[in-house]
């Protein structure tokens, strides 16, 4: 059970440096381009982790590293496509005191 802990360890800080929000738009805004960056790096070390441990892993372990790969990828392709609009100028941001922490 170690193994799936560490793959929790590794999302759990993919999903911190993104920010706990839903919002994707809060969270590229509180988190910008410096929480990507942090995501990337823990994909980047789950990604790892796939490569060297492929065909030695459990069902339960192969099973818990694919759901946490899918779940970094997806929410950082989602705060990138954020970002993205947010530099574009696509998005307005709320105004001051709009409930915005």
């Known amino acids: 059970m170690r193994f799936v802990g ?22 590229a805004r509180r988190q910008g381009l410096e929480g990507v960056k942090a995501a990337r790096r823990s994909l980047g070390l789950l ?16 099973e818990e590293l694919w759901g946490a790969l899918r779940n970094v990828r997806a929410r950082l392709e989602e705060a990138q496509r954020r970002l993205d609009e947010l530099e574009a100028g696509q998005v307005a941001l709320p105004q001051a005191g709009a409930g915005l922490e």
Do not use: C, F, I, Y
């Open 47 to 62: 990604e790892m982790l796939h490569e060297k441990t492929l065909g030695n892993l459990s069902e339960p372990e192969r």
């Open 6 to 27: 560490l793959v929790h360890a590794l999302e759990a800080a993919a999903e911190t440096a993104l920010g706990d929000d839903s919002s994707p738009l809060r969270q």
